[in-house]
């Protein structure tokens, strides 16, 4: 009887190693495949970390990050832009030699004077340098202001953001990245016009991860 309790004691304790080692096995191709597909900013290398930032001034504080940073960032934003002028300054920044351009563009400063299919037709005019320079064109949802200043409405807010994703979804070299998610008074700078570096640190890492994104698929 001593016996039968013995190899049933064994039993239990050979079930119990076996089921520790699968349970940790498992666990371990799980850790595995969630730092494959969810690296953070900081450990990655980018073989081409070189990044042209062009628009307004949401491009001129996102121009603002930390030296440190892995991106190389080449600024060439300027303040106050109407689309008019951000037209000129992005179309030369699509001539530059690098491959990746962000177009960051909050559109607080030409609302007042353009109307959605006009901004429409600016960016697919700068789609088409893209497309002959082949490069990639990386577009923020469009960002809201919260002045007392200004007035916006949110069907007009939806029309300009919906004309940025159309393009996006239209051009193969254009991404798309939703920071919709961000519109929150946290992440609003005092002026009620912009956003601050918690904005920014975000804005920051999902651009780093689209680039890495991109140097994966076309590896």
Known sequence: MKMLKLVLKSKKIFIAIILTFLINNVL???????NYNYLPSGPVALKDNTLIVTGDSFAGKFCDMESERELN?????????TIDQNKIIMALALNFEQKNVLFSIGVNDMFVETVPYYFESVLRELMVIAEFNKKNVIMHSYLRFFSENYYEKTYDAFMYDSIIRKICDEYENAYYIDVHDLERYEYISED???YNKLFYDELYNRVFQ??????LTNQ
Not at 210 to 215: A, D, G, H
Request: proline letters at 4%; zero cysteines; charged letters at 10%.
């Open 28 to 34: 371990f191709a799980s850790n595995i495949y969630y």
């Open 73 to 81: 960032i080449i600024p060439y934003a300027i303040a106050g832009n």
């Open 192 to 194: 009620l016009m912009h």
């Open 210 to 215: 689209k680039l890495y994104q991109l140097e």
